[in-house]
């Protein structure tokens, strides 16, 4: 089994930055690359960035490219997504993901393990 704990959302005003963390423990050898998703009110969780297992190839969505920032901590088990220049469109359930691949798809569907969620609202 594996456990992912994402934390790190608040109230932040927009032009703001905010860290999110994604927690991995249990059968961590198991996940491979991992992405960052997110839910608004009313809407479908979306793909928002991903990398994969070598940590050397990253994908954003055009709306958060140039804003925000994924990465790992392998030693610590740990995943991040650095968000800068917050806009209340990105205000959202912040969702991390780990699957038993090495390649970061895009599609939900794609990835095995699936962490709580964190509340992110950007005030305008």
């Known amino acids: 089994q594996v456990q992912l704990v994402a934390s790190g959302g608040r109230l932040v005003q927009a032009g703001g930055s905010l860290r999110l963390s994604c927690a991995a423990s249990?059968?961590?050898?198991?996940?491979?690359?991992m992405g960052w998703f997110r839910q608004a009110p009313g809407k479908e969780r979306e793909f928002v960035a991903a990398l994969n297992w070598s940590g050397d190839i990253t994908y954003y969505a055009d709306s958060v490219k140039g804003r925000f920032t994924i990465s790992r901590d392998y030693a610590k088990n740990t995943l991040y997504l650095q968000m800068n220049s917050l806009k209340p469109e990105d205000t959202a359930v912040y969702y991390c993901?780990?699957?038993?691949?090495?390649?970061?798809?895009?599609?939900?569907?794609?990835?095995?393990?699936w962490g709580q969620g964190t509340q992110v609202t950007v005030s305008s």
């Open positions: 249990g059968r961590t050898l198991s996940v491979y690359a």
């Open positions: 993901a780990g699957r038993r691949s090495i390649s970061a798809p895009r599609p939900e569907s794609e990835y095995d393990y």
